[in-house]
Nanobody, 124 residues
Framework: QVQLVESGGGSVQAGGSLKLSCTAS????????MAWFRQAPGKKREAIAA??????TEYASSVKGRFTISKDNAKNLYLQMNSLKPEDTAMYYC????WGCGGTWFYEDNFDDWGQGTQVTVSS
């Protein structure tokens, strides 16, 4: 079991930046793929970025070029978000999987552990 706790959310104006953090504890060595998901009100939760054990990254087209996912040796996860848009407003979750990211990183059912989320609000 891995415990994940997100932080760093908040309110920002369009064009601004935020950096989200996800602190991992527990059996982190058992987790290979880590990812960020988000869920806007009335919408399905969607995967936006993932990073594999070899630091290979994947991004959704909606955030590519603006967001950067990274992790440290302790498997704490980060998401640097630049050029934020009002449509980025959502609850952001980090997730961890015992499987590699591969071609299925965007399926939330592949992830074993989830944080409680941190809210990001972008105003125009």
């Amino acid at each position: 079991q891995v415990q994940l706790v997100e932080s760093g959310g908040g309110s920002v104006q369009a064009g601004g930046s935020l950096k989200l953090s996800c602190t991992a504890s527990g059996y982190t060595y058992s987790r290979r793929c880590m990812a960020w998901f988000r869920q806007a009100p009335g919408k399905k939760r969607e995967a936006i970025a993932a990073i594999d054990i070899d630091d290979t990254t994947e991004y959704a087209s909606s955030v590519k070029g603006r967001f950067t996912i990274s992790k440290d040796n302790a498997k704490n996860l980060y998401l640097q978000m630049n050029s934020l848009k009002p449509e980025d407003t959502a609850m952001y979750y980090c997730a961890a999987s015992q499987w590699g990211c591969g071609g299925t990183w965007f399926y939330e059912d592949n992830f074993d552990d989830w944080g409680q989320g941190t809210q990001v609000t972008v105003s125009s």
